[in-house]
């Protein structure tokens, strides 16, 4: 089972004056880092904020009239649900959308509010596996159409609208398309339009660093379930990807790279107070992956900014996970002495002069000569770090820098 070119395209005329045409834009900031040419796809500007509405419109734009009496249904954590919302309230057809209990109350009432009382939403359960179980079971039990996220043959075809729109945005093709990877829907329509109709164009995929699925399918020659999945950047986050997209991409044999956290959330922010952009994890990691491979000089590099439904609640997150990233921001168990002007002489003696206390908690033992804290430290310069080991060995307090792969660690970020 595969789609072709005349797929992707006939889906761009079914989505045609219902999905926005995103515009292009030409980021200043990323192409001097390059020196190539680098354009933001904007898909964050869609309807639903994300490209997920191609896909989800071109299911069910295609069903039969008793599909669509049956109604249909889906599991999301988000941006999928969104685009399902949508399609329900523009084509007039009843829909059941299933979330897990962590999906943030603002997603659940957009979700409502783009359905315009034509979907029913559901809680169940906290995770997406669990949402995704009991939305099977719907079906099973009403006969209800399930709308799968990636692994389907018209939502293949309706993100790779994306690919196709670019080439039609420019009049030629770019030489290197950047792309966001979670399930691979995108990924697979993508390579399949631009192999028929330019094969020239080089085809990257970005994965979130500890959710690299596809990586690991095409490693194994199958889907493979990952054992640990980082959710962080949830709209990327995929355990396993679909057999469908992973035969597509397997064929093509894209460049795949995975993106570390701290990487992407450095790469929201600079899109925030650069351009203005506010934009989820997964609309960043297409752009976040650049500083990873090398572009040709002076060459045409589209990145996609998949999604911008971003929590705001997360932003104190993410700026502390590109501090550390970027080696700015430390974490240090110090033993002080219980004696007056222990913590001045700290500050004094041993923290640098563009340095910072982020965190600090002490816990004070009466019966004992050392006091212990857990202290943060951000640095002004990150290259400084050397020279603040140095006057901590040099000081008469005990320390012990906390690793950032240390299960302690993942209580502070």
């Avoid at 084509?91 to 783009?114: C, E, F, H, N, S």
């Avoid at 899109?271 to 491979?293: C, D, H, K, R, T």
């Avoid at 640098?352 to 943060?376: C, Q, W």
Wanted: contains cysteine.
């Amino acid at each position: 089972m595969t789609i072709d070119a005349n797929a992707v395209e006939d889906a761009a005329a079914r989505l045609d004056g219902v999905v926005s045409r995103t515009p292009l834009q030409l980021n200043e900031r990323l192409s001097a880092a390059t020196g190539a040419y680098v354009w933001l796809k904007r898909e964050d500007l869609q309807p639903v904020r994300s490209y997920k509405l191609r896909g989800a419109y071109n299911v069910i734009a295609q069903l039969d009239g008793d599909q669509r009496s049956s109604g249909v249904v889906c599991a999301s954590a988000g941006n999928h649900a969104q685009g399902v919302a949508f399609a329900c309230a523009r084509l007039g057809i009843r829909g059941r959308i299933y979330v897990p209990a962590t999906t943030p109350r603002q997603k659940r009432d957009r979700i409502r509010m783009l359905g315009e009382g034509r979907v029913e939403l559901i809680v169940t359960g906290d995770s997406y596996d669990e949402a995704a179980a009991a939305a099977r079971d719907d079906a099973v039990a009403t006969a209800a159409v399930i709308i799968p996220a990636f692994n389907h043959l018209d939502t293949i075809a309706g993100q790779g609208t994306v690919a196709a729109e670019i080439v039609d945005q420019f009049g030629y093709a770019p030489d290197a398309l950047v792309l966001p990877v979670g399930g691979g829907g995108m990924l697979a329509g993508c390579l399949t339009w631009l192999s028929e109709r330019h094969p020239e164009t080089t085809v990257i995929g970005a994965e979130p660093q500890g959710a690299a699925s596809m990586m690991a399918a095409l490693a194994a020659g199958h889907p493979v379930e990952l054992e640990q999945l980082d959710t962080f950047v949830d709209g990327a986050a995929v355990r396993t990807v679909g057999d469908l997209t992973h035969a597509i991409t397997a064929a093509h044999s894209p460049q795949l790279y995975e993106v570390p956290t701290g990487r992407i959330c450095t790469e929201m922010l600079a899109m925030y107070q650069n351009e203005g952009i506010v934009s989820e994890p997964a609309g960043a990691l297409a752009a976040a992956a650049l500083g990873l491979f090398r572009p040709e000089p002076e060459s045409t590099v589209v990145a996609v900014v998949s999604g911008g439904n971003n929590d705001i609640s997360r932003y104190s997150e993410i700026i502390e996970r590109s501090l550390v990233y970027e080696g700015r921001k430390h974490y240090f168990l110090v033993n002080f002495p219980q004696e007056p002007g222990a913590l001045r002489r700290f500050l004094d003696e041993v923290l640098g002069p563009d340095d910072d206390i982020t965190h600090f908690e002490y816990v004070k033992r009466s019966n004992r000569e050392t006091g212990p804290a857990l202290v943060g430290i951000e640095l002004g310069d990150p290259t400084t770090l050397p020279e603040l080991i140095a006057r901590l060995d040099a000081s008469p307090i005990t320390f012990e820098i906390v690793a950032a792969d240390s299960p302690f660690y993942r209580f502070l970020v």
